[in-house]
């Protein structure tokens, strides 16, 4: 994700594979019809929102930099704060269930990615629904370049759920989770690895495919200036 965001945001665009360089142009030619961008917008917005909050909850339970352990200490952190930390998990994973529940059979996403059959998805449907009439509110969600700059905001964002599993998944393991009781480790790897899960099997699903009638787009319209 980090290397799409990096395409969006360099002048000079970037490279997502050995081979693939995707040009900044890509993102924000006209003519290329992406279909549902409003869902598409409304799914960004909320998911947005939701790793923002665990991103301040990160800060608060474990300093700037979950991954060196120095802020707060090794050892310092205690049993009610990797319980908040696991519990704001659980709660972005319920956010993850609604937007698949909600939202995955129009966006063709998530087939790999079960959603609960449990009280816990309805209520969050709920409160997703919410969500997005407050963080949509008066924009334009059928905006591909609202869509893009969703994406790139989101991408960014998103960087929380890798340095936390890294943490977590070194070798020796970062201070801050060595300090976790044994349980709540291994809950929050659970909770990390459907985070990182969803991501695969739902935004850059859908990412990916738009990716691709970009590039095509893109690549048709540099035959024509070529051929002129």
Known sequence: MAL???TMTSKSGGYITRRLHVPQEV???GGAKLTNIPEKVRVVEV???ALEEMQQCSVESFGASVGSGLALGI???TRKEAETWVGKLEEFSSICDSVVANFGKKLSVGEGFVVKKSGGVTSWGGKLTRQ???FTNGKNLDSPAAYVSGLNKLFTIAQ????HTKALLSQPVAA???AFPIDLRAAA???LKRASEFFASVVLTFVIRDLAQLLDKYAKKCEKWLAE
């Open 4 to 6: 799409l965001a990096n």
């Open 75 to 77: 050892g310092s952190v």
């Open 27 to 29: 993102w924000s030619q």
């Open 132 to 134: 997005i009439d407050k």
């Open 160 to 163: 929380l759920i890798d340095e």
């Open 176 to 178: 801050t989770y060595a």
């Open 189 to 191: 790897e659970v909770k």
């Open 47 to 49: 998911l947005c929102s």
